[in-house]
């Protein structure tokens, strides 16, 4: 039973979705990445993807899963006396909360940086009236002629 099932959590069931995302996704480590806090209200991925051009890669949003795949092309025409680096393809996954924007995306120095933009929380308050439901509206009176 997951934590999300709680009676008293109501409108959550698409953690559990996500979180069985994540399980899928396995546990990979390559590329290596970090994920930094640039402002307050800002987040920063960086990909180590050396040998990856931005033709190779692509970066998708789908509902609330980013995702970066990398491929890159085979260069049949080169000759290797030994290969240490191989050409080998990437998919990465990350699931973000609802209100977060990817604002851009960018290579340097072998690193891919996506930024994203955390939403401002706002605090949602307010007073719910409570109206007394009158019984004699429910009530109806019958003779004692209707009884029999």
Known sequence: MSTFNNPLMLGFDHF???LEQLS???????????????RQDALRISLAVAGFSEEDMQ??????????????REETD???????IAARQ??????????????????????LHIDLLLPTPSVNSRQIQITKKSNKKDMKTIDSGELI
Do not use: C, W
């Open 16 to 18: 559990d979705q996500m």
């Open 24 to 38: 899928k996704s396995g546990g990979e480590g390559y590329p290596p990445y970090n994920i930094e806090q640039v």
């Open 59 to 72: 970066i998708t949003l789908e509902q609330n899963q980013l995702i970066i795949h990398g491929k890159q």
């Open 78 to 84: 080169r000759v290797f006396l030994h290969r240490g």
């Open 90 to 111: 990437f998919k990465k996954k990350f699931v973000l909360a609802e209100g977060i924007e990817v604002t851009g995306a960018e290579v340097d120095n072998g690193l």
